[in-house]
């Protein structure tokens, strides 16, 4: 493979490592050759370290282009990689002389690249916005780099994220001891102290007023604590002045640029800070890492994917330095908290966020753009995915999660457009194209270039919460036939369709436009029968969800703390829902919560499934509740979902997908069935502890949590039960290839 990138030549900071970095360890594998459009200190590095480079200088634009034309085609180079504006304009005028793909690699927020700076702005800057705009790909440092330029309207499904990554190899030690290291910095320490720093530009971006401001709140609960500030910049004199109207001048040390490497000043630190108001990926967390340094930094960026809050780390929101002051302080004054996180930090950095985990990332990137560059063109393309998404409800997206998952699973570069309640957050989550649901228009434009149209899962033929949803589901079944789409009914429940009108209208629609039916349980299909549905072609299958994992221990923990709750407790999850008839019931759950309690030691913890509408049943059901109980009013995605659920010793609940995740887990299950589909469910795994909710007391619902307490320590034919339907959930995706002729 041969790639070629571009880049100014003026670079520095974050982004300057990143790409010597990378070139340097990509041309262990492949050829990357570097082009700078000026000669300098950055070429004079990428030379020593070995990388090829080459200088295409001038401000002639077109005379630049052309010579790299030329230069490209003359190499056979497979594939254009920019770094920054300059580059980007430079890769936008090279996509059509070439005809190769043009990849851009996204350092930092556009917009903010010349604060303060408004002529640039207005001109590098909007020259800069427009070329981003005309590339191929985009590759953002971190995911929450990606998140911010699809938000800003970039095509979702032309993304992909990488982090930066560092040389974990033990560090060399330190030239001099600590305090005469820190003495000759200026630092007033002694033995018995704490020491804070940061490695940064003193620029409005770092916020470091912040920093200041925090650090003193936390030196009036910590006297031990110091503060380091290494760099230099605008704000330099500003917050010297802030530091003396604060009381604390002695306190911190400004010590500017550090020279001759960083290993040292790392070294002498007890606690590393970030207190900036937009970042990527910034090495300065890494490096700290690698000292195994606790952690206190912004939730900015891709930091929350390095941090886990109260975990491994701290984290704040911008400009919120009281709460830095209490995180410095309770790390200034527990020493084995301090070394717990920074051991932890180092762990999860070291494994995840090495320099060969970049290079790994970076060449997966390219292999997949060229993929999707040589993939053969075709009439009719991909598929169009219709459901109850976008609305909150973890059960639904979570259908959506695996739909995706499997898709692409049968062909990674397939086009998809999703329907979706709240397109931009859907486009967010899942890197798809997505379009609202009225937009009539987006979706029918998808549907006529789609090959598959999938009703997607969830219970979406049925007319109980909503005659409309019922009717627009028909009709989008309807609308993707006639536009030429074959359509599948995916892993789905049918019904309570009560009206008779209603079950003759999806009678008639499903016979002439669905080809295959696959459905979740035996109900369902009983259902389709009684309506007369009977010439698409039914299979049973099961849940799509029933195939997602769960997060990271390390991410679960920080859900968790977050909700105030311990990780790893004894737990009986409740997860309810508003219901005609369930106030009439809550004070059942909550003697069912107490009995538990009181008998087993089982703590209730709350859950929601729907975050905006399940925490008011959850707390008319605990009004009266004197014995502790937790709350987990959002448990984030399905992943962390499913792994809060597997903490627990067993699960009460109304919500299907909340028994399907938890099921997924083995855990033990007590259905309250508000909806034929959450019988149907527990049934088809075997399952027969659930009553109705009309029909639920306190006494048979502590009989029930007696006998699935019992079941704790027999998993095998719940686990047993779970492998039988996720094998025959694959049922689903063997369908989807066969009408995707794929």
């Known amino acids: 493979m041969k790639v070629i990138h571009l880049i100014s030549g003026g670079d520095s900071g974050g982004a300057k490592t990143h790409v010597l ?28 370290l070995g990388i090829p480079t080459r200088i295409c200088g001038g401000n002639n634009v077109l005379r630049v282009r052309r010579e790299l034309s030329r230069y490209i085609r003359q190499e056979g180079f497979e594939l254009i990689h920019c770094h920054g504006s300059r580059a980007n304009m430079i890769g936008a005028m090279l996509r059509k002389s070439t005809g190769l793909p043009v990849v851009t690699t996204v350092h930092s927020d556009y917009r903010l690249d010349y604060m303060g700076r408004p002529l640039s702005r207005l001109t590098f800057g909007t020259i800069n916005a427009y070329a981003l705009r005309k590339l191929d790909y985009r590759i953002g440092v971190s995911d929450a780099m ?14 992909y994220a990488i ?62 604590l110091r503060l380091v500030i290494a760099g230099d910049g605008e704000e330099r004199e500003k917050l010297g002045t802030l530091a003396r109207e604060l009381g604390v001048e002695k306190q911190v040390t400004f ?75 309770a790390l200034g004054n527990d020493d084995a908290l301090r070394r717990d996180m920074g051991e932890k930090l180092y ?45 909150g409800n973890a059960g639904d997206d979570a259908i959506l999660e695996a739909i995706l998952q499997e898709m692409r699973s049968i062909d990674p570069d397939m086009p998809m457009t999703v329907l979706s309640k709240d397109p931009k957050s859907t486009r967010l989550t899942y890197r798809v194209q997505a379009v609202h649901r009225s937009s009539i228009l987006a979706w029918h434009k998808a549907m006529r270039h789609a090959k598959l149209y999938i009703n997607g899962g969830g219970s979406l033929i049925q007319d109980v919460t909503s005659r409309r949803s019922l009717w627009f589901y028909l009709y989008n079944i309807r609308a993707a036939k006639r536009a030429g789409c074959q359509v599948q009914m995916y892993g789905c429940g049918i019904g309570p369709v009560t009206r008779e009108s209603h079950r003759a209208l999806a009678a008639k629609v499903l016979n002439a436009y669905v080809d295959v039916i696959t459905l979740r349980e035996p109900d369902s299909r009983e259902e389709l029968q009684r309506m007369g549905v009977t010439v698409p072609r039914i299979l049973l299958t099961a849940d799509p969800a029933l195939t997602l994992r769960p997060a990271s221990d390390a991410e679960v923990d920080s859900v968790l703390l977050r909700a105030g709750i311990p990780p790893h407790g004894k737990y009986l999850c409740f997860a309810l829902r508003q219901w005609k008839g369930f106030d009439e019931k809550a004070s059942v759950f909550a003697k069912a919560a107490r009995y538990a309690y009181e008998t087993y030691g089982l703590t209730p913890v709350f859950t929601a499934v729907e975050k905006h509408l399940d925490p008011v049943a959850h707390r008319q059901a605990a009004a009266n509740l004197d014995i502790p109980h937790y709350f987990l009013d959002d448990a984030g ?106």
């Open 21 to 48: 970095s990378l070139l340097q360890n990509l041309n262990k594998t492949i050829t990357a050759q570097l082009v700078c459009f000026r000669d300098g200190p950055f070429a004079d590095e990428a030379r020593k």
């Open 255 to 329: 010590a500017g640029w550090i020279s001759g490497g960083m290993d040292q000043f790392y070294a002498a630190l007890d606690i590393n800070a970030l207190t900036s108001l937009s970042e990527t990926f910034p090495y300065a967390l890494t490096e700290g890492a690698r000292f195994h340094l606790a952690t206190v930094a912004t939730a900015v960026g891709g930091i929350p994917h390095l941090i886990d809050s109260d975990v491994n780390g701290f984290l704040f929101a911008p400009g919120d330095f009281e709460a830095l002051g209490t995180y410095l302080a």
């Open 163 to 224: 982090y930066n990554g560092i040389d974990f190899t033990p560090a060399p030690p330190p030239k001099m001891e600590r305090l005469e290291y820190l003495r000759q910095l200026g630092v007033d320490a002694d033995e018995n102290s704490v020491v804070v720093g940061i490695a940064a530009r003193l620029n409005p971006v770092k916020d470091m007023s912040t920093l200041i401001r925090g650090f003193a709140a936390g030196y009036a609960s910590c006297p031990r």
């Open 637 to 742: 995605g399905a992943g962390t979902i499913i792994g809060a659920l597997s903490r627990m010793d067993a699960v009460v609940s109304m919500r299907l997908h909340a028994l399907i995740f938890a099921a997924s887990q083995g855990v033990p299950l007590v259905g309250v069935v508000y909806d034929p589909k959450v019988s149907s469910f527990l049934k088809y795994m075997g399952q027969e502890l659930f009553v109705d909710l009309d029909s639920v007391t306190a006494e048979n619902l502590c009989a029930m949590i007696d006998r699935a307490v019992c079941q704790t320590g027999t998993p095998q034919s719940r686990e047993e039960a779970v492998a039988r339907l996720q094998e025959m959930e694959q049922r689903n995706v063997t369908v989807a290839r066969e009408l995707l002729d794929l």
């Open 146 to 159: 990606v998140d911010l330029l699809i938000s800003r309207g970039f095509p979702a499904d032309r993304f």
């Open 347 to 391: 762990e999860k950095a070291s494994t995840h966020f090495s320099i060969q985990n970049t290079v790994d990332t970076q060449l997966h990137i390219y292999q997949e753009i060229l993929r999707r560059y040589r993939r053969p063109v075709r009439a009719r393309d991909g598929v169009v995915i219709c459901g109850a998404y976008g609305r």
